[in-house]
T-cell receptor
Framework: GAGVSQSPSNKVTEKGKDVELRCDPISGHTALYWYRQSLGQGLEFLIYFQGNSAPDKSGLPSDRFSAERTGGSVSTLTIQRTQQEDSAVYLC?????????????FGSGTRLTVV | RKEVEQDPGPFNVPEGATVAFNCTYSNSASQSFFWYRQDCRKEPKLLMSVYSSGNEDGRFTAQLNRASQYISLLIRDSKLSDSATYLCVVEFSGGYNKLIFGAGTRLAVHP
């Protein structure tokens, strides 16, 4: 597709359940980021993938969070044993490469609600 | 201290006004700089990159001062449609390239 695609767009889950969020970046984009944004707050960095390099996981808030990127394309963010504080919009962004003036394109996000 | 700091606003301005947003960043290894716009309940969208020499795109002008670690965005002749949150974004290049977002400055343009 022309843009970054995320699915599902909305997810309501019960506390304690596991969830998987999917990001399909723009074809050929080597850099992929996951962020989350709580209501009224700024974007919080979670994890970053660049090509075949080991990902930067420094933003993952706990070991319940993990992400993978298969074949340098689609990425999945998994949250195990969800908690109410995990409720947020999870945003994925991709870029052709990191660096000056390339910018990043965001998907429309997955709105996760843990009840 | 936050890595990227912005005045949260809100800035309430009338149509036609000129408004300026400022942003400071703490890491001198920062490499690239951007302004993003985020509408309510929407994803951020790239507004413009910020170059060392300063750059302009229509009514929008961005400036970078590396010595002071300071970025600005100037909007001239504000339109109602400019109402949004403006995010200052810095890319650090130490080891891993990482985008760090400011918390955003909210702009409300009124008739």
């Amino acid at each position: 597709g022309a843009g970054v695609s995320q699915s599902p767009s909305n997810k309501v889950t019960e506390k304690g359940k596991d969830v998987e969020l999917r990001c399909d970046p723009i074809s050929g984009h080597t850099a992929l980021y996951w962020y989350r944004q709580s209501l009224g707050q700024g974007l919080e960095f979670l994890i970053y993938f660049q090509g075949n390099s080991a990902p930067d996981k420094s933003g993952l808030p706990s070991d319940r969070f993990s992400a993978e990127r298969t074949g340098g394309s689609v990425s999945t963010l998994t949250i195990q044993r969800t908690q109410q504080e995990d409720s947020a919009v999870y945003l994925c962004a991709s870029s052709l490469r990191t660096g000056y003036s390339y910018g990043y394109t965001f998907g429309s996000g997955t709105r996760l609600t843990v009840v | 201290r936050k890595e990227v700091e912005q005045d949260p606003g809100p800035f309430n301005v009338p149509e036609g006004a000129t408004v300026a947003f400022n942003c400071t960043y703490s890491n001198s290894a920062s490499q690239s700089f951007f302004w993003y716009r985020q509408d309510c309940r929407k994803e951020p969208k790239l507004l413009m990159s910020v170059y060392s020499s300063g750059n302009e795109d229509g009514r929008f002008t961005a400036q970078l001062n590396r010595a002071s670690q300071y970025i600005s965005l100037l909007i001239r002749d504000s339109k109602l449609s400019d109402s949004a949150t403006y995010l200052c974004v810095v890319e650090f290049s130490g080891g891993y390239n990482k985008l760090i977002f400011g918390a955003g400055t909210r702009l409300a343009v009124h008739p």
